[in-house]
């Protein structure tokens, strides 16, 4: 589940901060081409560092805004480790 979340900071307007769309060059984002280029372990483990790093720093960085960084890492780390086998 995608968080639609509009951030304004010093006054401007910028992109979801989950989802940033400097992340999105050339189409493709960088996830997207991880994806596509490393093996399921390696994936898994980006995942699992950037939840630990979100949910470690929260609460001196971006506060709520990482919170819902770290449950996009947990949700992809799920999705990989379920291999869709979703519980019941």
Known sequence: MRMNLNNVKGGMEMSNPIIPDHYHKNGIDVI???????PKEH?????????LKYLTRYDRKNGVEDLYKASEYL????????NGNELS
């Open 43 to 51: 994936l898994i483990g980006f995942c699992r560092i950037n939840v």
């Open 32 to 38: 997207g081409f991880a994806e596509m280029q490393l």
């Open 75 to 82: 949700n992809k780390l799920i999705e990989l480790e379920s």
